[in-house]
């Protein structure tokens, strides 16, 4: 199908994945590597972290769905460990049936800094991304306040 094929901009040839720069062979070694932040290579994680990294490049809000361990946080945080940290800044939130919007919130802020007035951002000039784990789970908010659910705060953020 098209999806196993990447275009070649130097050919313009579409190549499978295994011959983009994106496929990256390891060599593992397990007395100095743990199993569990190594991802193994395979043409689908090449797609996935091909246009994953070109979506972050272009400071575009980036889902990935699937059933679970199919490598999903794996990926993404392996592509995070992988960015330049002089410009970037990650923090992982991982939401669960019990996290409720002020615990989104407080979580959110945590990474923040006053900059003027009533102006908040990373620290220095760096990009932040927010990792948001799990994003289906949340309990629906049962009682009427005037809270938002995580996931109303999630999309407006997204916006």
Sequence with gaps: ????????SNSNKFEP??????????EFDSRTMKMDETTVPTTETASISHWMGLLVQKHRPTLLAGPSGTGKTQLVAGMLSGLNSAEFLSTKINLNYYS?????LSSLEAPLQKRTGSTFGP??????IYFVDDLNLP??????TFTQ???VILSAIGS
């Design 1 to 8: 199908t098209i999806f196993d094929y990447w275009l070649d």
């Design 17 to 26: 994945w295994r011959q983009s720069p994106s496929f990256q062979s390891i």
């Design 100 to 104: 409720t919007a002020s615990l989104l």
């Design 123 to 128: 620290p220095g000039s760096v990009q932040l």
């Design 139 to 144: 309990q629906a908010a049962e009682e009427i």
């Design 149 to 151: 659910n995580s996931c």
